[in-house]
């Protein structure tokens, strides 16, 4: 987990280089670090702190275990029972395991019997720690804390018919699937059939079964698709959070298309550009105008440097 937060860390400072405070701010860059550095921190304080005076082999610190209201207080907005979310592990009770709930800042609790349908013998049975899960949330207990399940038979899922589209949609792209109910093989699959325009139907068929990886398969989309259509696409997804997202990304291709199709000058539109829209740009531009605006006003050296290299001739691509 630590190696993730560092790999993180080391990413933002060549992508953030150069800008100020609110740039930082609008890159999301310390929402997506905090994202992945609060479970880690959770499991180094479960685990105990070393002392800041003296050298320990075993750490003796105060053990603060995040889970306690004390030092995680309950936040206002409560998650809606039955929300579909991502949580990783960050610690194992003898009652079950204590997660992190990726977005929204919360830590949350699967008991025993909400970890598996199958028996779970004994803590050596639980998911690791890190492990990333899916989970339903269930709701909040007496003492305000939220409660989830992990059991496969509790999470949405495919229909059979959605299963059965899916199939077709693997089969046209030659892919052999293990386990239909395997998100990351679905992904894979996905991933390949988007960019294929007869096979879009299919894949709108099975979001409309069940398909729950429906950000992905949207935003990924927008990158074929023109406004209109990838308006109905965005359409499809139900989570404020997530169509947000989507929607920003539809602009931002809108944009990019715009600007290879009618090079203009964009330097005072830059810095309210992402980071990855900025890179779009290099990669579609072909106009010296929009190439130099961004070489002069990128907003970070890596940016700056490719649009030169591209305007010189010498751009291989992001290394």
């Given amino acids: 987990m630590l190696t993730e937060v560092q790999k993180m860390l080391m990413i933002s400072r060549g ?25 880690a921190l959770h499991v180094l304080n479960a685990r ?30 409560e998650i809606a029972e039955g929300t579909l979310v991502g949580v990783t592990v960050v610690c194992h009770h003898p009652y079950g395991l204590g997660v992190w709930v990726d977005g929204v800042d919360q830590f949350g609790h699967v008991n025993v019997p909400g970890i598996s349908d199958e028996p779970i013998g004994s803590p050596e049975n639980y998911p690791p720690i890190g492990d990333r899960l899916r989970a339903v949330v269930i709701g909040y207990n007496g003492s305000q804390q939220l409660r989830l399940t992990t059991r496969r038979s509790d999470l949405p899922g495919l229909t059979a018919r959605g299963a059965e589209v899916f199939e077709q949609i693997a089969h046209a792209v030659g892919a052999h ?12 699959v996905y991933w390949t059939a988007i960019s294929h325009e007869d096979l879009r139907p299919l894949i709108r068929e099975a ?36 169509r947000a997202f989507a929607e920003q990304r539809l602009r931002e291709w809108a944009l990019i298309r715009e600007i290879a199709d009618r090079p203009r000058k964009i330097a005072i539109e830059l810095p309210e550009l992402t980071l990855w829209c900025q890179r779009r740009i290099i990669e579609h531009a072909t106009s010296d105008l ?26 291989k691509g992001w290394a």
């Fill in 290 to 315: 929009v190439l130099s605006d961004v070489a002069e006003s990128g907003s970070s050296k890596r940016i700056r440097h490719a649009a030169r290299e591209k305007l010189r001739g010498r751009w």
């Fill in 48 to 77: 105990r702190r070393y002392s800041e005076q003296v050298v320990e082999d075993v750490p003796t610190g105060k053990v603060i275990d995040l889970h306690d209201r004390r030092y995680s207080p309950r936040p206002a907005d």
């Fill in 207 to 242: 979001i409309s079964e069940g398909e729950d990886r429906v950000r992905q398969i949207v935003v990924e989309t927008l990158k074929y698709v023109d406004e209109a259509e990838g308006r109905t696409w965005v359409d499809l997804i139900q989570s404020d959070h997530d």
């Fill in 15 to 39: 992508e953030a280089a150069g800008l100020d405070a609110d740039g930082v701010i609008a890159s999301g860059w310390p929402w997506r670090i905090s994202q992945v550095a609060a479970p």
């Fill in 177 to 188: 699937i293990a386990d239909v109910h395997d998100e990351h093989e679905r992904w894979q």
